[in-house]
Nanobody
Framework: QVQLVESGGGLVQAGGSLRLSCTAS????????MGWFRQAPGKEREFVAA????????AYADSVKGRFTMSRDNAKNTVYLQMNSVKPEDTAVYYC????????????????WGQGTQVTVSS
């Protein structure tokens, strides 16, 4: 059974930092792109960041570019999202996901999803 488990969410003050982790199990993810998405109350789920299997290619939403960094450790089947200079508008449930096509920035291409971790940024 494929599982993606996020951790590291919590309450942080504006301007602070947080690191999210997502560990995958249940199958090999060789060749998969991994992504982070978020969903705020009353809003649609949106793309945050993605990274290719090799780690040599990554992409970020304009709203987080320069503040968030995604990385992966394939030996540990784990991806990370380092969140710096967080803002109240970053408050959302953050989900990690896996895309078997190898690259994608859209929700629809991601086949496997975690349950999400809440990030709340206070002003």
């Amino acid at each position: 059974q494929v599982q993606l488990v996020e951790s590291g969410g919590g309450l942080v003050q504006a301007g602070g930092s947080l690191r999210l982790s997502c560990t995958a199990s249940g199958r090999t993810f060789i060749g998969y792109a991994m992504g982070w998405f978020r969903q705020a109350p009353g809003k649609e789920r949106e793309f945050v960041a993605a990274i290719a299997w090799s780690g040599g290619r990554s992409a970020y939403a304009d709203s987080v570019k320069g503040r968030f960094t995604m990385s992966r450790d394939n030996a540990k089947n784990t991806v990370y999202l380092q969140m710096n200079s967080v803002k109240p508008e970053d408050t959302a449930v953050y989900y990690c996901a896996a895309d078997p096509s190898g690259w994608g920035l859209n929700v629809v291409g991601y086949r496997y999803w975690g349950q999400g971790t809440q990030v709340t940024v206070s002003s």
